[in-house]
């Protein structure tokens, strides 16, 4: 927030009066709002800060409300699982596995289905909320085109191989995994473009492919604890603290068994400038 107030103070700077900016946080009902003011400076900070805890694939702010909003590697998160993976008997039943990687096309038809649904939503909500002339600034993994398969994906071939080798031992039952499955997708840039493309309030000012080295790059037990970081939240809410403490340990055990070292190169997404017409 502080580089983006920074580069809107650089381009105003002949402007006369004194620009002031009101930050608002948004996460969901569930976050340690808490814990984020806590973390902001309480001196020399340039703006006033706020937050509203609600999903984003809803209204956040009131009509016309917001200049410039930002999102960080949330997009990538569905509002829900999509409908029939844990149905027996659906073209979509997803048994056996959590995800849409290696999955029948089927599943990943559902997922995509889902994402369209949900990128439709919030773009719809921030038409209404976001000032003429403002910018959505996007930031998400992404992959080149749909042959591609995004790392993160790997690592969730991993954790769902271990899942099905607690199943094997007896440790959690089959219905508990065949319940399960994680509400992320990984899209391609061109899906972006056509979804954007089909609210008539915005235009994309600025779409590129980004690469840089990943965070876990220090080796698998780091690559471990990222994936952690980013899915423990999830797992536990289906699972447990107690099987989701088991399958990190098992994670870090049998390193040498798993992807995790076939993802340790470099993380691929798109950034995105979106202008609200």
């Known amino acids: 927030m502080e580089t983006i107030i920074e580069a809107v103070q650089r381009k105003y700077s002949n402007k006369s009066g004194q620009l002031e900016f009101q930050v608002v946080f948004n996460d969901r009902v569930g976050n340690d709002f808490n814990t984020l003011f806590a973390s902001l400076p309480e001196h020399g900070r340039n ?13 956040v702010f009131p009509s016309s409300s917001i200049h410039i909003a930002y999102s960080s590697a949330a997009l990538n998160w569905l509002s829900k699982a999509p409908e029939g993976l844990t149905v027996e008997g659906s073209p979509a039943w997803n048994g056996g596995k959590i995800h849409y990687s290696g999955a029948p096309d089927a599943v990943a038809r559902a997922y995509e289905q889902q994402f369209e649904e949900d990128m439709e939503m919030f773009f719809r909500c921030r038409a209404q909320e976001i000032a003429a002339g403002g910018l959505i600034l996007i930031i998400m993994a992404a992959v080149a085109d749909t042959h591609c398969q995004h790392r993160v994906a790997k690592m969730l071939t991993s954790i769902e191989s271990i899942l099905i080798d607690m199943v094997k031992e007896g440790v959690l039952s089959q219905e ?39 965070a876990m790059e220090g080796g698998t037990e780091t690559a471990v604890m990222h994936i952690r970081a980013g899915l423990e939240g999830t797992l536990t809410n289906h699972f447990g603290n ?17 992807h995790f070292a076939q993802i340790n190169t470099s993380t691929t997404g798109v950034f995105a400038v979106i202008k609200r017409n």
């Open 176 to 214: 508990r995994v065949d319940s399960f499955n994680v509400p992320i997708v990984f899209p391609c840039v061109e899906d972006i473009r056509r979804l954007v493309g089909k609210i008539n309030s915005f235009e994309i000012v600025k779409m590129e492919m980004i690469k840089g080295e990943s």
């Open 242 to 258: 107690e099987i989701v403490e088991q399958v990190f340990v098992r994670a870090m055990q049998h390193q040498q068994k798993l």
């Open 47 to 59: 703006y006033f800060a706020a937050a509203v805890a609600a999903s984003f694939y809803g209204r």
